[in-house]
């Protein structure tokens, strides 16, 4: 969109504070009974563009009454979609036009802060480029073009640098130029989200700090921003990043939030705030001991709870021994390490045990003697589709699973069917 070539007067460009105004309607383009499209002579309604969402508010006519519920910009004309609460509306009407002040100064310190945060960053980082920028109702997004890495130790050092600027309430100037004068005035300093194809731009700046092309509404100085706090940060895509914060009573709150939950840390853990990041490190250091305790401990329950399975559950079929049975919460590895040591030293040992954790799963081994009698892979493949999966491995050691736990009693007793009619052949 050009300025100076537009049908629709745009009131908010030279004053963004400005939250009544009076136009006429040049044109209505009904939706519905309920619903139209309002097109001023001149309006104070923000358009949703360049990252900022559309103002609402109230357009009041002496016969009407409506709800302006989204503004859009096409081609110099301005789109009031409004729901009709009251009366009637006609071509020529004189209207009185009520901006949600809320709603605009929310997004007038959303727009500010990015231009206060973009300019940190550059500080912190050297030259970037702005790559987009949009506001939600919970959060506002920032993506720039840098090819290293954007770390949080940046990040934070540029949130404080962000709101150092804004505690000293400097001027944010708004003032047009043409875009030959904008490029040879500022050179690279000049920060935007696109190409520049506009004759005249509008610049924003906020002395020795930043300087942008913008058409968003903005404060009268950075003060009114409040704060502004990072909430989070990630890769977009190859040398992009995305940077997310909040700005004035959404970023007080997100603060006030995380001291009461440091506050809740602190009396939890029983120390001053000062010393929590030690006491975390105390205790997980405290913590790592403890598994490392627990693994000893379990691989030695592991071995009790096997060894005793295989002297009570042995059962002689024909020339060998066969030990089938379950021992609950061990992994594969532990069982495996288990199966292969024990047909090792027993060569006339067939050894089949089935555990769980997130799924199921069984193993099965032979001692050497065993070799030839019994294809211990082709047992535990068939023992897997019980449940749900599969299995693999050698003719004398094997393994398998899948996620039906409920039907690990079932896998077990098809394996140790199978081996009994492999060995005694019915």
């Keep these: 969109m050009k300025l100076g070539e537009l049908k629709t007067e745009l009131l908010y460009l030279s004053d963004a504070h400005l939250y009544e105004f009076d136009a006429n309607i040049l044109k209505i383009i009904d939706i519905d009974e309920e619903n139209a499209y309002f097109i001023l002579n001149r309006t104070a309604f923000f358009p949703q563009g360049g990252g900022q969402p559309a103002d609402h508010g109230l357009i009041i006519s002496t016969e009407g009454k409506a709800k302006v519920v989204d503004v859009q910009e096409k081609e110099g004309d301005v789109y009031h979609k409004v729901k ?103 050179g690279e300093e000049l920060s935007f989200a696109k190409e520049l194809p506009d004759e005249i731009l509008r610049i924003v700046e906020i002395p020795e700090w930043d300087i942008a092309a913008c058409s968003g509404t903005h404060c009268l100085s950075s003060g009114m921003v409040r704060m502004i706090k990072i909430i989070g940060s ?135 003697d065993v070799k030839g009698a019994v294809n211990i892979s082709e047992i535990i493949h068939e023992a897997a589709q019980e449940l749900g999966g599969r299995g693999g491995g050698g003719p004398t050691l094997a393994q398998g699973g899948g996620p039906m736990k409920v039907k690990l009693k079932d896998a077990l007793s098809l394996a140790k069917s199978k081996i009994k009619q492999k060995i005694l052949g019915k």
């Design 234 to 368: 990630y890769r977009l895509q190859e040398n992009v990043e995305r940077v997310e914060f909040l700005v004035g009573e959404q970023a007080i709150l997100n603060a006030l939030r995380s001291l009461k939950e440091l506050d809740n840390i602190s009396k939890q853990l029983q120390v001053e705030k000062g010393n929590i990041i030690r006491e975390i490190g105390r205790i997980k250091k405290e913590l790592e001991t403890l598994q490392k305790e627990n693994i000893k401990l379990r691989k030695e329950m592991a071995g009790y709870k096997l060894q005793d399975l295989v002297e009570k559950e042995q059962e002689q079929v024909g020339d060998y021994k066969l030990v089938v049975g379950e021992v609950p919460m061990l992994s594969t590895k532990e069982i495996v390490a288990f199966v292969k040591e024990t047909c090792l030293k027993d060569r006339n040992l067939i050894l089949v045990v089935g555990s769980y954790e997130k799924s199921a799963y069984i193993v099965g081994g032979l001692g050497e």
């Design 84 to 186: 009709i609460l009251e009366g009637t509306f006609k071509e020529n009407d004189a209207i009185r036009g009520k901006i949600d002040a809320t709603r605009r100064l929310k997004f007038m310190r959303a727009h500010s802060g990015s231009h206060l945060l973009f300019g940190a960053i550059k500080a912190v980082l050297g030259h970037i480029e702005y790559a987009g920028f949009e506001i939600s109702e919970d959060k506002i997004r920032m993506d720039i073009q840098y090819p290293g890495k954007v770390t949080k130790e940046v990040l934070d050092k540029a949130e404080i640098l962000a709101n150092k600027v804004m505690i000293e309430d400097r001027p944010m100037k708004t003032y047009t130029i043409t875009t030959k004068e904008a490029i040879e005035k500022f």
